[in-house]
C-alpha cells in the first residue's frame, strides 16, 4: 500500500481513493501510478498510526514540502489529514505543508473547515478549473450538484484568510482556453488567492 511517495523535492501523502468529483481529465482515469510511485489506489484506508509511521520513516529533511494529495480528495479525511499535519509541525515548524484540494471540503465535511488549516497547512492548491457554474458540473461532476460551485469560491475566500499561501488552478490548453484562463485568474485573484495553470496530461 503507498501511503507516501516521493516526486523530486516533495514528498507526497496518499489517504483515500474517495473523491466527490469524477472529473473528466483527472489523472486516475488514465493510469494506476504517477510519478513513478507503485499503484496509488488504496486497497483499504491507511490509519493515522500508518500515516504518521510511513511520515516518520522518512527523512523530511530532504523534502522542500510535504503535500497530501494522493489518488482521492484528501479532506474526504480531514481528521486524519489535520492530524498529520500537526505531527508534521511537531518534528519540524519549518516544513512547509500543502494541500491540493478541489475546495469541498465543506460539503464534504458537512460544515466550514478553512479555519481548521491555520497553523496546520502552509499552502492550499485549490481546482477551480473554470469560470462558469454550468461548465464546472459538466468538466467535474460533483455529487453535490449545483452547490459544488459556489461553496468552493467561499472555502477558498475564507482559507486565503487564514491559510499563508493559497493558490487557485485551472488545467492548461485543450481544457481551458486563454480566454477562460483569464476570467478565472480574475475570479482567483478576487478571493484573495494567486493561479496557476497546471499542464494538461493526455492519457
Known amino acids: ?13 496518499n489517504l483515500t481513493n474517495r473523491c466527490p468529483c469524477a472529473c473528466t481529465f483527472c ?17 483499504r484506508e491507511p490509519t493515522l498510526e500508518e500515516v504518521t509511521a510511513s511520515l516518520d520513516g522518512q527523512d523530511l529533511a530532504s523534502f522542500e514540502e510535504v503535500v497530501f494529495c494522493g ?8 481528521d486524519v489529514l489535520l492530524a498529520a499535519a500537526e505531527h508534521l509541525k511537531q518534528r519540524d515548524a519549518s516544513l512547509r505543508i500543502r494541500v491540493n ?16 488549516f491555520a497553523g496546520k497547512v502552509d499552502s492550499l492548491s485549490i481546482s477551480l478549473n473554470t ?12 455529487k453535490f450538484g449545483e452547490a459544488a ?6 472555502f477558498t475566500k ?3 484568510a487564514v491559510v499563508p499561501e493559497v493558490v487557485m488552478t485551472v488545467v492548461g490548453e485543450p481544457v481551458t482556453s486563454l480566454e477562460k484562463q483569464a476570467r478565472c485568474r480574475a475570479i482567483a485573484e478576487g478571493l484573495g488567492a494567486r493561479f496557476r495553470v497546471r499542464a494538461y496530461e493526455a492519457g
Open 101 to 116: 484540494t478541489n475546495g469541498l471540503s465543506d460539503l464534504v465535511n458537512g460544515k466550514p473547515t478553512a479555519a481548521l
Open 71 to 78: 489518488y482521492g480528495e484528501p479532506t474526504e479525511r480531514l
Open 1 to 13: 500500500m503507498t501511503i507516501t511517495y516521493r516526486s523530486n523535492r516533495a514528498l507526497y501523502v
Open 149 to 154: 460551485y459556489p461553496a468552493m469560491l467561499k
Open 27 to 43: 489523472i486516475r482515469n488514465n493510469d494506476l501510478g504517477v510519478f513513478g510511485s507503485d499503484s496509488l489506489w488504496l486497497e
Open 158 to 160: 475564507e482559507a486565503a
Open 131 to 142: 469560470d462558469d457554474p454550468a461548465e464546472y458540473l459538466a468538466l467535474c461532476r460533483p
